[in-house]
């Protein structure tokens, strides 16, 4: 895929595309104050900024405050799951008042996921009036205001070449989003698709954005339009998607993908980024993003643009899904994985009784490995690691973890993300346990 938005920011440059309405860029109080506490707390996605000085301005005014309550809350949170979107999605409710002191915003509607419940909301805000009071955190905010302007040029390229026009056309759609786009270079090199809604009706369209990303706002615009209608015919496509879901579902939880529907709001949303290529960037080969899609578990996406190129109805939606040759599909995805890395876990999944404490999780592969690994979180509980480590000879991998007891853990290993020396990619896979109590 990078090697086609390339080409896009080529042709951005070239063809000199504009937006018929223009996109709000902005930075977000709430948002920058919620990455600062989770990056003094440790969380790893939120302390790769790019920027360095910005990096430095942060370590000079808040490195002394890691001890503080409400970075021993974020990471008592994170540790529990409340990471990468949650932590953003927290912020974007986050306004920050004329005390200085940060306040949900009246005007919105508080809709956050399980991972934040009512107790740790209400906990989490009066930790962060603490941290805002005694580390002037808005004025030090105030203050950097020249860096985050020089940042968000890149930004403002992206905003331009987004056609925001093409969503009401082509989705057939009377009441359109507002657009906004929030620059958050303390995110990184991450990414996350943001919407809010208002108490007096409409909806923000609203991604954050760590490093610009066209492709990523060309997709999360479409999303507020693609979900209702997979809500609407679910019913009718239930069982088909159930069996794509399981045939893939490894691949796709490591993606957060956790079930059959969103996974049919991703395949809808996928094969309607690919007919926006195809009207803005004809040049571009389309069938090379149809192969990326499939290979990422989306093996719905090739036969929806087929559907999508014609005059499109939700019957042809249901046709297409409860239709595809699945039984094909999942042989030549077999024939697929016996050509990966393979390997062997110490850890057999759906293991119980294992003891609490220190306990080092290893992964002997078939050949050689590169330094790369990649694990993820699913919806269980992901255990605390003290460290990971190779072989020398590279095709052991351990990670120390230690364990508590009578605990539900799982965790996703991204196969994508382990690569033999010889370029090959290895076999997804889902480790679940439970400690002795």
Sequence with gaps: MKRILTLLFLLISILGVQAQTRIE?????????MSIVWRLAGAREYNNCQISGLNESVDAHFEAYVTHPAVLLAKEYHKKGVGYDAVASYGSLLEINSEGLPEFDKELECKLDNRWSRVRRKKMLKALEGFCA????????????????????TYIKLGDAIDTEWYTK??????????????CPLAG?????????KRKGGVVL?????????????????????NPLIDRIFNDIASSAEAY???????LKQQAYNNARIMMYETLVRASVIEYISVHYPQVDISELIDEETDKGFMLVGRLV?????????KDLISAVNSYPLKSYLADKEAADRLK???????????????????????????????????KMSDLEFPEHAGVEWSEDHRKFSIHFILESGTEYGFIIQGNGFIAQDGTKSVDSEIRFKTAK
């Design 25 to 33: 860029i902005s930075c977000d109080e709430g948002i920058d104050l």
């Design 134 to 153: 005694e580390t002037a955190f808005h004025e030090w905010y105030v203050s950097t205001e020249d860096i985050r302007l020089e940042a968000m040029r």
């Design 170 to 183: 082509w989705f057939n759609h009377s009441d359109s989003p507002s657009f906004r786009i929030i620059a």
């Design 189 to 197: 090199q991450n990414n996350y698709g943001l919407s809010v809604n």
């Design 206 to 226: 609203c991604p954050v954005l760590g490093s610009p990303s066209l492709d990523i706002l060309i997709h999360e615009f479409c999303h507020p339009y693609c």
């Design 245 to 251: 879901f399981k045939a893939n579902a490894s691949i």
């Design 306 to 314: 087929a559907v999508l190129n014609e005059a499109w109805t939700e």
């Design 341 to 375: 890395v393979q390997y062997t876990c110490n850890l057999s999944s759906g293991a119980d009784d294992i003891p609490a404490g220190e306990f080092t999780f290893t992964m002997i592969f078939d050949r050689p490995m590169s330094e790369s690994a990649s694990i």
